[in-house]
């Protein structure tokens, strides 16, 4: 059974003054989708596709697009491709890239425009401000990125290229597992323009042109190669900020206190306690990080008004970020930018060939995106253990002189270290197989076959993470007296309770499955309670992929008195898998021989 995500991870708030509250721009994207959708329509006389010159490359290419020029023919994967969440249907909205324009096919695959105009349309400019901004918790780069509606191909094509825009805003930013992560996202959009059927049609609704259709008809792959998988149906423009508040945590106290704060009234008291924290939880005095990002509002210096040099600067505080994000509609008006393009696939369309599915799949990509996100947490987060393992505890399982075998939750030893060395090892070997993977489905589409068994879980690692030693937020010491201080500290270091192998399971397994889920039940590493049980019985044990269980569990079990308790074959919902987990303080060598 799937766990039910906490209905409070994600709340979406309208603004108000001075940002104007109206409806969303999915808005424009079901506009543009729906005159695809309209009735009868006659056909356009026209005898080739109307094929744009691209634009003059730069004078440093860019590797990407070398790499993945959206002229090469290859053969497409006939499925249907994920939609974003904001899509309304039959259109899904993507980042604008700095050059593209209104009937420009899409590539989905590629997450690039196509310089071909293959439908007859006409543009349609309508004006009206409308804002919105919406308030998400986020566990990592992964679910940073559902949350900023990056497609899973433009973030495979992060993985292992250098990103831009919203994508590298999602690789870059640094979320760790023991963190409390919020995502602040805000948008004033002054105007749309959008892809309407031509009046000499009638205004029926969009479709090919007569030689995209014969073309589609005679050859979908060449089709395909030359307009894309669909166009560009509207473009939005004005100005959005994303502001991500990182709140590091050492106790399940402070990760709820934390989470709670942020359940507030008004937008406002939800940003500020994302942001800063708050006194009533005690959570004001925490360490933490905030990363800003804008597109569009760079207006020009205005002597006249007080906050226009502000406006030209990066925030440099909270404060200063959350007025940015008041301040956004001012910003949208005086310097908006195009930063959001509605695509609506050929398939919907009345004279696109009927069965023809074109539109690329995206769960390949974005298993491979969730592999990646967990896995580089995961390496980072060891490191930072294994440089300070005094501010950690960890589960871990061991075997005394009498071979009798328990599990314990303390300071990490010499076992703990070579556990944790062994762990960042595996995230080290999954990272480079999932890039190399990534670099596969790139290069073509077709060869887009990820084979999940290359890599393991990454709850074979969570399962073994320590959790920091809890520390109370630091108070205010009035005093300058240095021991007076170490004193002070000291008598409050024992408020907090020790973490317990509940609240282990409760932060490195359920809450890690939680964010999954809350994407749906088929997301990658959502996983069942009896999967969660399964792992934490693991806890604090050494693992390993071996060629035979039976030989190397028998070999096992002659270092514990209780080798049913301590010894377990497979994995959790992969029973067969071939590993075999055993307690950390025995070493199975290279050799296939144990040390006990």
Not at 27 to 55: D, I, K, S, T
Not at 158 to 187: D, H, M, P, Q, R
Not at 431 to 437: A, H, N, P, T, V
Not at 510 to 532: D, V, Y
Request: aromatic share 6%; with cysteine; charged share 25%.
């Amino acid at each position: 059974m799937s766990q039910i995500p906490d209905p409070d991870a994600q709340e979406n708030t309208h603004v108000p003054a001075p940002l104007i509250t109206s409806k969303h721009y999915f808005g424009v994207a079901l506009v543009a989708g729906a005159f695809a959708f309209a009735g009868y329509l006659f056909a356009q006389n026209q005898n080739e596709p109307q094929v744009r010159p691209a634009p003059p490359a730069p004078e440093e290419a860019d590797p990407v697009r070398q790499k993945l020029a959206w002229s090469a023919p290859r053969p497409r994967t006939p499925v249907r491709a994920a939609q974003d969440d904001e899509a309304s249907e039959g259109s899904f909205s993507v980042e604008a890239p700095e050059v593209v324009e209104l009937g420009w096919g899409w590539s989905q695959a590629r997450g690039e425009p196509v310089p071909t105009v293959c439908v007859v349309f006409e543009p349609v400019h309508r004006s009206a401000q409308s804002s919105d901004i919406t308030i998400k918790e986020v566990r990592d780069s992964y679910s940073l990125s559902k949350a900023m509606s990056v497609s899973a191909s433009v973030s495979v094509k992060a993985i292992g290229y250098e990103a831009s825009g919203k994508a590298s805003f999602a690789k870059n930013s640094s979320v760790s597992s023991t963190s409390v992560s919020f995502l602040v996202n805000a948008e004033v959009l002054n105007s749309a323009t959008f892809a309407a059927p031509p009046a000499s049609s009638g205004g029926r609704a969009v479709r090919l042109t007569e030689a995209a259709a014969a073309m589609a008809k005679r050859d979908i792959q060449r089709f395909q190669e030359t307009c894309g998988e669909g166009y560009v149906s509207s473009t939005v423009g004005g100005a959005r900020a994303y502001l991500l508040a990182t709140t590091e945590t050492t106790s399940k106290t402070q990760r709820e206190s934390m989470k709670a704060s942020v359940k507030g009234s008004g937008w406002g008291v939800k940003v500020n306690a994302a942001a800063s924290g708050s006194s009533e939880s005690g959570t004001e005095n925490l360490t933490r990080t905030l990363t800003f990002m804008q597109q569009g509002g760079a207006a020009d210096l205005d002597a006249d008004d007080p906050k226009s040099e502000a406006r030209t600067k990066l925030p440099k505080d909270a404060k200063a970020a959350i007025d940015r994000i008041e301040d956004l509609a001012y910003a949208a008006a005086q310097a908006g930018k195009i930063f959001e393009i509605s695509i609506t696939p050929y398939q919907v369309l009345e004279n696109f060939p009927r069965g023809a599915d074109i539109l690329p799949q995206e769960v390949e990509h974005d298993e491979l995106v969730a592999l990646w996100s967990s896995y580089t947490q995961l390496y980072a987060d060891i490191f930072d253990v294994l440089e300070t393992p005094d501010a950690y505890l960890m589960p871990l399982v061991g075997c005394d002189e009498e071979k009798a075998c328990s599990r314990s939750f303390g300071a990490i030893g010499p076992d703990g270290v070579r556990l944790l060395e062994d762990m960042q090892d595996m995230a080290l070997v999954a990272l480079d197989r999932i890039e190399s993977e990534a670099e596969k489905c790139l290069a073509d589409e077709e060869d887009c076959r990820f084979d999940a068994t290359l890599v393991r879980s990454p709850y074979a690692v969570r399962a073994s993470m320590p959790l920091p030693v809890p520390v109370p937020a630091p108070e205010p010491v009035k005093s300058t007296d240095e021991s007076t201080q170490q004193v002070a500290k000291a008598e409050t270091a024992g408020a907090e309770g020790a973490p317990t192998l509940d609240d282990h399971k409760a932060m490195h397994l359920r809450e890690p499955s939680t964010g999954r889920c809350a994407f749906g039940a088929l997301t990658p590493e959502c996983i069942s309670n009896a999967a969660i049980r399964g792992w934490a019985a693991r806890s604090g044990m050494a693992t390993r992929v071996v060629p035979d269980r039976a030989v190397v569990r028998a070999k096992l079990a002659a270092c514990s008195e209780k080798p049913d308790d301590f010894i377990l074959l497979g994995d959790p919902g992969e029973p067969d898998a071939p590993t075999v987990w055993f307690p950390a303080s025995i070493t199975l060598n290279a050799n296939g021989s144990v040390t006990c």
